[in-house]
């Protein structure tokens, strides 16, 4: 914590990508494009078993308790497995739930196969991050924001299949068909990677001794996270009721969305090399709590979306910048930390979205909202407050 863990420019020379890295980065974006797939794909689900906002919801939870269980015990089934069969055992299993949501009959079975990706998708983005955290050591921020910069084309490219296939007359069943098949055609042409783990083997025993610091990055991303995934799952929901939109319409803007999400990594991973990560991540949160009133509230469907894709831009480097500034506080137990911010982003989403579609359908969607603009001043304060801790921590080691 003695120098600001972005100012790392004069070492990115030696930063390398190598098929393990490329490996592991396509990993990420598959599981991005199932994850985020869900919301779009729930505004066909509600017509189709006439679902209501909390039903819906439930499936968001459902994911959410898989991504609990890995949270929890994750670290543990990697040490059973072995980083490479959990991650690809994670990627088999996600596919298995794909396939199960596909062909449900009851929303009994599209609940159960949200359960099932969320677990298996869970316990592979774990391994991934752990494996590029420990592949990379040194150079962990950089790999790491690169990975989410693909993560965010594996969400727009999700929004955009479904859209896309939708428009076309297939329906949106083809969009998680079309990337199980390039995930598959990946298994089968790629022999299976093995990781080394930079950390010692009884790294599951560590979380207990995580820095106090850490904690307050723990629940940055545990509230962060709730504003990102209301905004993942629910803005399709939001664009067609607020503003009127066609559904097919409304999941090729959120693919834009997405997009901008993809720009806002690229510039996050740009920014990362030059500037402190806790000061940059204290003011992505400001500009988008600043911005958030603009695309609650506006009656202008154009501003609405402007503003939406700007809170995009920057909330979009949460999940990059809170991995990477925990990682710093403690880099040897790497799988202690991917396992417990899986944990924090899994009670995110568990609770969040849940309680947005419970107020919504008492109060309505658009005043169901103002639970994303709480979530972002805390957020924010949360953020701003853990600068002026790093900054005291840092000052005292001076001493």
Same mark, same amino acid.
């Given at each position: +914590?003695? $120098?600001? %863990?972005?100012?790392l420019s004069?070492?990115?020379a030696s930063f390398?990508? @190598? %098929?393990v890295?490329w490996?592991?980065?396509?990993?990420?974006?598959?599981?991005?494009?199932?994850? *985020?797939?869900l919301?779009p794909?729930?505004a066909f689900?509600? @017509?189709?078993?006439?679902?209501?906002y909390?039903?819906?919801g439930?499936h968001?939870?459902?994911?959410?308790i898989?991504?609990?269980?890995?949270g929890?015990?994750?670290?543990l089934f990697?040490s059973?497995?072995g980083?490479?069969r959990?991650?690809?055992g994670?990627?088999?299993?996600m596919a298995?739930?794909?396939?199960l949501?596909?062909?449900?009959?009851h929303?009994?079975?599209?609940?159960?196969?949200?359960f099932?990706?969320?677990v298996? &998708?869970s316990l592979?983005? +774990?391994n991934?991050?752990a494996?590029?955290?420990d592949h990379?050591?040194?150079?962990?921020h950089?790999?790491?924001t690169?990975s989410?910069?693909?993560?965010?084309?594996?969400?727009?490219?999700?929004?955009?299949?479904?859209s896309v296939?939708?428009?076309? &007359?297939?329906g949106?069943?083809?969009a998680?068909?079309?990337?199980l098949?390039?995930?598959?055609?990946?298994?089968?042409?790629?022999?299976?990677l $093995?990781?080394?783990?930079f950390?010692?083997?009884?790294? $599951?025993?560590?979380?207990?001794?995580?820095p106090?610091?850490f904690?307050v990055?723990?629940m940055?991303?545990f509230?962060?996270?709730?504003v990102?995934w209301?905004?993942?799952?629910?803005?399709?929901?939001?664009?067609t *009721?607020v503003?009127g939109i066609?559904?097919a319409?409304?999941?090729a803007l959120?693919?834009?969305?997405?997009?901008c999400?993809?720009?806002?990594?690229?510039?996050?991973?740009?920014?990362?090399?030059?500037?402190?990560? %806790?000061?940059?991540?204290a003011t992505?949160?400001?500009i988008?709590?600043l911005?958030?009133?603009i695309?609650?509230?506006? @009656?202008?469907?154009?501003?609405s979306?402007?503003?939406?894709?700007?809170?995009?831009?920057?909330?979009?480097?949460?999940?990059? #910048?809170v991995?990477?500034? *925990?990682?710093?506080?403690?880099?040897?137990a790497a799988n202690a930390?991917?396992s417990?911010i899986?944990l924090?982003?899994g009670?995110?989403?568990? #609770?969040a979205?849940q309680?947005l579609?419970t107020?919504?359908d008492?109060?309505g969607?658009?005043?169901?909202y103002?639970?994303?603009l709480v979530?972002?001043?805390?957020?924010?304060?949360?953020a701003?407050?853990?600068l002026?801790v790093?900054h %005291?921590m840092?000052?005292?080691?001076?001493?």
């Amino acid at each position: +914590m003695s $120098q600001p %863990q972005g100012a790392l420019s004069s070492q990115s020379a030696s930063f390398q990508r @190598d %098929q393990v890295t490329w490996m592991l980065y396509l990993l990420g974006m598959y599981y991005a494009y199932m994850q *985020t797939g869900l919301g779009p794909i729930m505004a066909f689900l509600r @017509d189709e078993f006439a679902l209501s906002y909390s039903v819906a919801g439930m499936h968001f939870s459902a994911f959410a308790i898989g991504m609990i269980i890995i949270g929890v015990y994750g670290a543990l089934f990697t040490s059973w497995l072995g980083r490479n069969r959990a991650l690809w055992g994670g990627a088999g299993g996600m596919a298995c739930g794909a396939i199960l949501l596909i062909i449900a009959p009851h929303p009994a079975f599209t609940l159960s196969s949200t359960f099932l990706m969320g677990v298996a &998708g869970s316990l592979m983005i +774990m391994n991934t991050r752990a494996g590029i955290s420990d592949h990379h050591a040194e150079f962990r921020h950089i790999a790491t924001t690169e990975s989410a910069i693909l993560l965010s084309l594996g969400n727009g490219f999700s929004a955009l299949a479904i859209s896309v296939f939708v428009s076309v &007359g297939l329906g949106w069943r083809f969009a998680p068909i079309l990337i199980l098949l390039i995930v598959l055609g990946l298994w089968l042409s790629q022999p299976p990677l $093995q990781i080394k783990p930079f950390a010692a083997p009884t790294e $599951q025993h560590v979380p207990s001794t995580l820095p106090r610091l850490f904690w307050v990055y723990w629940m940055v991303m545990f509230l962060g996270a709730g504003v990102e995934w209301s905004l993942n799952f629910w803005g399709t929901e939001f664009l067609t *009721t607020v503003h009127g939109i066609e559904p097919a319409t409304a999941a090729a803007l959120m693919s834009g969305y997405f997009t901008c999400m993809v720009f806002g990594r690229y510039l996050g991973s740009r920014l990362v090399r030059s500037f402190e990560l %806790q000061r940059l991540l204290a003011t992505i949160l400001l500009i988008a709590l600043l911005t958030f009133p603009i695309y609650w509230l506006v @009656d202008s469907p154009i501003i609405s979306i402007i503003a939406f894709y700007m809170i995009g831009i920057m909330i979009a480097n949460l999940t990059p #910048l809170v991995l990477s500034i *925990t990682l710093n506080i403690a880099p040897s137990a790497a799988n202690a930390i991917a396992s417990r911010i899986s944990l924090a982003a899994g009670f995110a989403i568990l #609770l969040a979205p849940q309680l947005l579609g419970t107020v919504a359908d008492i109060g309505g969607f658009e005043f169901a909202y103002g639970i994303v603009l709480v979530l972002l001043l805390v957020v924010t304060t949360l953020a701003w407050g853990g600068l002026r801790v790093s900054h %005291q921590m840092a000052s005292d080691n001076h001493a």
